[in-house]
């Protein structure tokens, strides 16, 4: 199942940035919990493929929804004119999400929804005559996509280092994973009000007035599956609130679902000013993402004859047909198999589960949340990130697709489809793979 020596460095996302040491590994085929490679092989997708296809694969819906709308209207220019499409979508999507965000900007990608936030941030404050608020904060430990936006406010290492000099002016919440790692107790860890703190600190280093927004995933996805302690989202609210900075939630990976609610913001009771989508927006099946807005943002946008010159930006595929037809067949699955809802009757199993973990070789930390989990090692003295990665090539030889994170943390966030015998062999899985990797 790898790819052809001859072609391997024709590709570059795979000859620049692979998972895998030795050749590319081929998925040819996917249905439901299952990939399958080029020799039929099947592959348990614990991952959602990468945080996306949260009603598993090939769903007939969504698949003839794709099908019927590339036959009918393939594309239309979405400056002046558009189809109906995202304006339906925009409706379903405002209904699904809090009360207050009813306005929608579509994107091709969620580093392009971030990006987006970014520049609505900036325009916000700029309408409203405060336009030395140009600063962003992050967390130190998040994932914002690889814009040159995302990448100033996400602040792994990784994702930094070669490609500097960044967006001027951006800072981070510097959390130590000592007090995020729950030390095996599941559920939400404790210290949510000093975490919070944190951001005071940054304030007045920097003078409130020259923040536009601060940006957080509620459960941060690719740094690590971090959960975030009671009250913490709620004292970053209300810390924004006091200063006038927006509040961004980028859940691109929390979003439909996986935390059982159809966004993290409804399930811990905390609602943005911006929030960023993709990957569960269409399953996976076509690439969109977007920004939810809320009523304030939009009204200073509409208000004077000058504010939609002052947000000029846009993409070619802005609401795309396909990814709208994609994206509406996607919610109506998601809605009809109450697969929202299965991620919350689904979380005490995959909590105690994962949790048998314990105990286990180098292991040192179990984070779930939803159908969202993590498995933290410990990294060798001489080569960290290494245990992770031959645990994470284990578990895919023996035919399951898992998510490897920054450092030795394996993440699992697997379709919401998932019966309990798949959450058996997911766990299973990892446990013989951590044994066997010692
Ligand atoms: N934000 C978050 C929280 C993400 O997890 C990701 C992707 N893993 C992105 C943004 C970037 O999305 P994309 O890869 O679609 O650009």
Known sequence: GQAPAELDAYWMPFTANRQ??????????????????????????????????????????????????????????????????????????AALAPASLNHVFFTNSGSEAVDTAMKIALAYHRLRGEGHRTRFIGREKAYHGVGFGGMSIGGLPNNRKTFGPLLPGSDFLRHTLDLERNAFSPGLPRHGAELAEDLERLIALHDASTIAAVFVEPIAGSAGVILPAPGYLQRLREICDQHGILLVFDEVITGFGRVG????????????????????LTNGAVPMGAVLASDAIHGAFMQGPTAAIEFFHGYTYSGHPLACAAALAALDTYAEEH??????????????????????????????????????????????GARGYEVFERSFRDGQLLVRCTGDVIALSPPLILERSHIDRIVDVLGEMIRATG
């Not at 609610?261 to 569960?280: C, E, I, M, N, S």
Request: glycine share 8%; with cysteine; aromatic share 10%.
């Open 20 to 93: 895998f040491k030795a050749a590319p590994r081929l998925l040819v085929r996917a249905e439901g919990m299952y990939y399958h490679d080029v020799d039929d092989r099947p592959i348990l997708d614990g991952a959602a493929g990468l945080w996306c296809c949260n009603a598993g694969h090939a769903r007939p819906r969504i698949v003839q929804a794709i099908q019927q709308q590339a036959a009918t209207l393939d594309f239309a220019p979405p400056f002046q004119m558009g189809s109906p499409l995202p304006f339906v979508l925009a409706q379903r999507l």
């Open 261 to 280: 609610h159809a966004f993290a913001a409804q399930r811990f009771g905390v609602t943005p000013d911006l929030l960023t989508l993709a990957k569960g």
């Open 339 to 384: 697969l929202f809802e299965r991620a919350l009757e689904l979380g005490d199993y995959w909590q105690e589960r994962l949790h048998s973990l314990r105990g286990l070789p180098h292991v040192v930390d179990i984070r779930n949340f939803g159908l969202i989990g993590a498995v933290e090692l410990m990294p060798r003295k001489d080569a960290p």
